[in-house]
């Protein structure tokens, strides 16, 4: 969603700005635009396009200035249109803004009465009048800035400049993300620290209701109510590559191909021959877990399939009894809290509004501890939560998650095993046997991946469907919901997952020869039961592509595909037989000539409900 980039230096900043906004696209945006403070007046320039054609703008047309923000805005109040795309102005100040202000119809009508008269739909124009509006009874922009963030309610992360100031960026968050990037003799503001890695590798990471002055040489950090906050400077642990696409064609596809060495990394030094090590969470103690009784997880798109795993693994291997909500229910429903409870949010970017609330919600509801399966370190989720496990699958630029989901699946994995640890719910020999098998996750990814060719190859006779049915039964079914939502976020082929055992049920009336049915079907326990479902497809007349274990091949036939993969051990079946989903989904998305890395309407980071 909406992206931040602002800079203070005493050089052109708008080539670091603009280089900052396309590296924050993968966010999700439908327009863009620049403001400068070049010779005491503001040079502000938007497109309702790409970043690239802001860029050509500013070289067509000059844009330069040692001060300047930045914006790529996803719309929430107003059409995609350069009248609603920020940097917005208002006399001597220029604003760009994320998140959403909840009380703008309210305040803009009181403005109104003052005869401010607003060019734009946006609720951001309506922040930016406000803080212009308090400049009146106000001895400075700080005094000023700080009545008017008093009088929002919503959410929000800014970035504002001064026609008067001209070395002063001021910036303040609450609810959205932003981070201020350190230079020598030059300071950033970024909505987060990709955006800035070309510049800097120190940050500063803003706490909620906070705001910031920053100049070429200092960062002062205040709260809402003006006074001082002492804050420390943290490295970060990416480095500007981490958004090179390398030899591949998109980000998604060279996610999906990283996974063996992502995995390893979500390994490297947690494992013990029959235990995951403590350390791997972050605050953990001994007996953190002893008195557990039971499990709540909160999470948001694919990070809430691969809770519906965890669910799973947790009951099967620890014997808690797990609940599973999507965040934005999670929040407006009475849930009710049992005893010695954990509360578990997973998320990829740490920042998902929705899953961040939930959090908060359950800090009042009497849970005994929090912690987040996340893989943004100094993200608002992990430092919110009690305790905190770090997927390390390292930047994803993709917007539909690959590399994060699984290692999300695997950090739950290892989760499960030091809970069962803790509740003395698996015997030493077992809890062996599984870190073997988990040992064997990179490579094994490696194998799975060799099926690409073969999975290009479906992908041509799927691409020109409308519609998809996903099949898996047991811990495969959140896999196959997880296929599904691959599928329809990039291809925009209407997918669905279900639970095979439903299918007559409901979905079966949809069979006939145009709906392809997908089936996730490991050689597992639950085959047999299975094999039952596929041959009510069959027996319909259903196109059949099922994803098989080479040891249990089930028989291909004109209306049935079927596709070996390498045997697994159980335990790991939800994490391998993801991959052929992605790489279907992503072959798909390519031959329906669909912008895979940057899907129509869909943001990487939902900082907004
Ligand atoms: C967006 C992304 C999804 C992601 C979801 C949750 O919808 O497009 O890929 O799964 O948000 O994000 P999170 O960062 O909390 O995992």
């Not at 497109?47 to 930045?70: D, P």
């Not at 590798?201 to 950090?221: C, G, H």
Request: charged fraction near 20%; include cysteine; hydrophobic fraction near 40%.
């Amino acid at each position: 969603m909406c992206g931040i980039v602002g800079a203070t230096a005493q050089r052109n900043v708008a080539p670091i700005i603009l280089t900052g906004l396309s590296r924050l696209e993968y966010r999700g945006y439908d327009s863009a635009g620049i403001c400068t403070l070049e010779n005491d007046e503001f040079n502000c320039l938007k497109t309702t396009s790409k970043v690239a054609t802001l860029i050509n703008k500013v070289k067509e047309r000059g844009c330069k200035g040692f001060l300047g923000i930045a914006h790529t805005r996803w719309a929430t109040h107003g059409i995609p249109s350069e009248t609603n795309a920020h940097p917005h102005i208002c006399g001597n100040l220029a604003l760009v803004h994320n998140g959403i202000i909840e009380n703008f119809k309210e305040l803009k009508a009181k403005l109104q009465e003052k005869g401010y008269v607003f060019k734009s739909e946006t609720d951001t124009e309506v922040l930016l009048c406000l803080i212009h509006y308090h400049q009146q009874d106000s001895n400075s922009l700080k005094e000023a800035l700080l009545k008017a963030l008093n009088e929002v309610t919503g959410s929000y992360a800014i970035a504002l400049i001064n026609k008067s100031e001209p070395g002063v960026l001021y910036t303040a968050r609450s609810g959205s993300p932003l981070v201020i990037g350190l230079g020598i003799g030059e300071n950033f503001v970024a909505s987060d620290v990709l955006a800035l890695l070309p510049v800097t590798r120190r940050f500063i990471y803003l706490d909620e209701q906070e705001v910031a002055i920053v100049t070429t040489d200092k960062i002062d950090v205040c709260g809402l109510d003006g006074k001082e906050h002492i804050k420390k400077a943290q490295d970060a642990d990416l480095d500007a590559e981490s958004i090179s696409k390398g030899s591949f064609d998109h980000f998604m596809q060279k996610e999906i191909f990283e996974q063996p060495s992502s995995l390893r990394n979500t390994l490297t030094e947690r494992l013990d021959d029959d235990s995951v090590r403590l350390e791997t969470v972050i605050g953990l103690k001994k007996d953190s877990f002893k008195d557990l009784q039971n499990i709540q997880i909160v999470a948001c798109g694919t990070s809430f399939h691969a809770g519906l795993v965890g669910k799973y693994w947790f009951e099967e291997l620890t014997h808690i009894p797990c609940n599973v909500d999507i965040a934005s229910e999670y929040r407006y429903r009475h849930a009710v809290v049992g005893n010695n409870s954990l509360f578990i949010t997973i998320s990829q970017s740490g920042e998902t509004a929705d899953t961040l609330a939930s959090l908060r919600l359950a800090k009042t509801q009497g849970y005994k501890n929090s912690l987040c399966i996340c893989n943004v370190n100094g993200s608002s989720l992990v430092r919110e939560s009690d305790f905190t496990l770090l997927t390390r699958a390292g930047a994803e630029i993709g917007v539909a998650s690959t590399k994060a989901f699984t290692t999300q699946l695997l950090s739950l994995l290892m989760l499960a095993l030091i809970i069962a640890e803790q509740k003395g719910s698996l015997t030493a020999q077992k809890r062996h046997e599984l870190i073997e098998s988990i040992r064997q996750l990179p490579s094994l990814c490696e194998k799975f991946l060799s099926k690409d060719k073969d999975i290009l190859a479906l992908a041509s006779e799927f691409a020109d469907k409308h519609h998809c049915l996903f099949l898996g039964r047991g811990v495969m079914y959140p896999i196959a919901l997880e296929g599904a939502l691959k599928l329809k976020e990039i291809s925009y082929i209407h997918a669905e997952g279900y639970a095979a055992g439903e299918l007559k049920h409901g979905p079966i009336a949809l069979i006939d020869r145009n709906m392809p049915v997908v089936v996730v079907a490991p050689d597992n326990a639950l085959m047999g039961k299975l094999v039952s479902n596929i041959e009510e497809v069959r027996a319909r007349g259903g196109k059949l592509y099922i994803f098989n274990s080479e040891e249990h091949v089930l028989k291909a036939d004109t209306q049935t595909k079927v596709i070996s993969l390498s045997d697994c051990p159980e335990i790991l079946q939800p994490i391998l037989f993801t991959i052929p989903l992605q790489l279907l989904a992503y072959h798909c998305a390519v031959i329906n000539g669909t912008d895979v890395d940057q899907p129509r309407n869909l943001a990487k980071s939902v900082t907004v409900e």
